[in-house]
């Protein structure tokens, strides 16, 4: 079995006989389950009740798994418990104060008096903010839910779980304290509205999973009156990413970015970002596919940002599906739908071409079809080497933007966070086709891809505070 999606607690009440723990072991084997640890809760002395940790396929797979225990003679299944359900227990964030509160001198700084003070402060001069408040830590995590992790329109309220993931990332790598706010509106006006009318608390404005085309919409017009970055997790993240990813694993390959055919298949917010990025980064030969084959010039049925692909990418003007369009191709990038690719396919690209089949839950090419045909391969999952996720760029970008105040997350920016990350990589176990990105909790990915944002950000003028500045105070 491959990598399990699914685990549970089973708490099973087993006779003290000798055998017997064996016998539920074996049970649990021969349906296909994987121990993953066994604890023991109560001891007596005809039964000993113990919580055995199972991996399985998925939900229906568990509850096979629990009908075979139950059938063991003189067993008893007490409970299943979801393990992931079980980690969202009560939500997986919360307040934590910075001061403590616990004397009447503590009362009287934080709260009145004496908390007056900073409040006039603030009246006088609102940049004081920045200083004197959680403010400048803090981002908005914002969905309207219309495109959860992979699982289509779920609503606001649904999104929750995913965006409170999120925030506990963002504060977990980059001491960030982010807050999820998922939005009860679809009229991209109304969302943006929302957003800068609860605004004036946060740094910066994360958006994530919003289906396109509202989220480009949204993007744009939140950023058009606000002087915080908005940044879209699952354009420019991904983008980042991707880019560091293919910079690594053309040198794998033995070229270079500036020299590649690179084939984006997926015109979502990521492919689209994805497209824009390794336009300013040089790339050599961008070619963009949607369900309807390449996008081109001569095609009248792109709008004005596909039409803006059109006119940037695809010099050669070629047509056809992707399988047509890749050949010959150094790289792939896919962000579309399962099963796109066959291995013949990736037979026909390059030398060791660099394959990134990011679509999920299940990729454009599974890692068994691919082994063999391509140089470099990567995907979303935890399960393969190389994961590309947006996680190893979000983190470290959001710390050099807040560092420096900065007013907008820029191309630059993005470009720079990029370079950090491949070259994080390199640090972290040298290039090779299974290491092309560094672990997401690799300790130096956040300091190093900050530090390159920052810089980036006052190079461009829109960092409120620099470097310079921050050293002479």
């Not at 309207?144 to 992790?149: A, C, E, I, L, T």
């Not at 045909?373 to 994961?387: E, K, L």
């Amino acid at each position: 079995m491959s990598q399990p999606t699914y685990s549970l607690t089973m708490r099973v009440h087993i006779p003290a006989s000798v055998g017997m723990l064996g016998r539920v072991m074996e049970a649990i084997g021969d349906t296909g389950g994987q121990v993953g640890g066994v604890d023991i809760v109560r001891s007596g002395k005809d039964a000993i009740t113990r919580d055995i940790t199972i991996y399985a396929r998925d939900e229906e797979h568990g509850e096979s798994i629990a009908r075979a225990v139950r059938q063991v003679e003189g067993v008893e299944v007490e409970s299943l418990t979801d393990r992931v359900f079980l980690s969202h227990a009560g939500g997986k964030i919360g307040m934590e104060n910075r001061v403590p509160v616990v004397t009447r001198d503590d009362l009287s700084m934080a709260y009145t008096p004496g908390v007056a003070r900073v409040c006039m402060a603030i009246h006088h001069d609102f940049e004081q903010a920045w200083e004197y408040t959680i403010k400048g830590s803090s981002v908005m995590v914002v969905s309207d839910g219309s495109s959860v992790v992979g699982q289509g329109d779920l609503g606001p309220e649904a999104a929750l779980p995913a965006l409170e993931a999120k925030c506990a990332f963002l504060h977990t790598l980059a001491g960030i304290d982010a807050f999820p706010l998922p939005i009860d509106l679809r009229d991209p006006a109304e969302i943006a509205e929302a957003v800068v009318l609860t605004s004036s608390v946060f740094a910066g404005i994360h958006l994530a999973d919003i289906s396109a085309p509202r989220c480009f919409e949204i993007q744009r017009l939140i950023a058009e009156r606000l002087d915080i970055p908005v940044f879209h997790e699952d354009q420019q993240g991904t983008a980042v990413v991707v880019l560091a990813a293919l910079t690594n694993g053309l040198a794998v390959a033995g070229t270079t970015l500036a020299d590649a055919t690179i084939v984006v298949a997926g015109t979502g917010p990521g492919g689209q970002a994805v497209a824009r990025l390794l336009v300013a980064a040089g790339a050599g030969t961008v070619v963009v596919a949607d369900s309807k084959g390449a996008i081109h010039a001569g095609r009248d049925d792109l709008d004005d940002d596909l039409s803006w692909i059109a006119a940037n990418t695809n010099p050669a003007g070629v047509t056809g599906p992707v399988a047509e369009i890749l050949k010959g191709a150094h790289a792939f990038v896919g962000l579309s739908a399962p099963g796109l690719l066959s291995a013949a396919d990736v037979s026909a690209m390059a030398a060791d071409p660099v394959v990134l089949a990011l679509a999920m839950p299940e990729p454009e090419i599974r890692p068994s079809e691919a082994a063999g045909v391509a140089g470099v391969y990567a995907t979303g999952r935890p399960d393969v080497p190389n994961q590309i996720n947006s996680g190893l760029a979000s983190p470290g970008i959001w710390r050099g933007a807040l560092d420096c105040r900065a007013t907008e997350i820029n191309q630059a920016m993005t470009l720079a966070a990029a370079t950090a990350i491949a070259e994080t990589a390199l640090e972290e176990g040298g290039l090779s086709a299974t290491n092309v990105v560094p672990s997401i909790f690799n300790a130096q990915l956040v300091p190093n891809v900050a530090a390159a944002v920052r810089a980036a950000a006052e190079a461009t003028g829109v960092a409120r505070v620099t470097s310079g500045a921050a050293a002479a105070s």
